[in-house]
Nanobody
């Protein structure tokens, strides 16, 4: 089992920045790839960013590429999502998720999920 707890969400003006954290506990964190997803009201949960353990490769949705950065600190057992140049359309509940080895863009591939943290970007 892996337990995930997100934090760092909040209200920010357009153009601002936030850093989300996802603290993990349980099984060997270094074996897990991590993903960040988000879900806006009335919409499906969508992929935002992923971090695979193979070479620390990363993947980003086109909508956040160049603005968001995912990173993983195995020593602190935490994954981060640095979000810059935020836009109102980034408003959503953000979730971190874990699966073994390689991050994917499919929610169904992830066995472990956090409870989510709300990000609201005002215009």
């Amino acid at each position: 089992q892996v337990q995930l707890v997100e934090s760092g969400g909040g209200l920010v003006q357009a153009g601002g920045s936030l850093r989300l954290s996802c603290a993990a506990s349980g099984r060997t964190f270094s074996n897990f790839a991590m993903g960040w997803f988000r879900q806006a009201p009335g919409k499906e949960r969508e992929f935002v960013a992923g971090f695979s353990i193979s070479g620390g490769s990363t993947d980003y949705a086109d909508s956040v590429k160049g603005r968001f950065t995912i990173s993983k600190d195995n020593a602190k057992i935490t994954v981060y999502l640095q979000m810059n140049s935020l836009k109102p359309e980034d408003t959503a509940v953000y979730y971190c998720a874990a699966r073994l080895f390689r991050a994917t863009r499919q929610t169904s591939d992830y066995a472990y999920w956090g409870q989510g943290t709300q990000v609201t970007v005002s215009s």
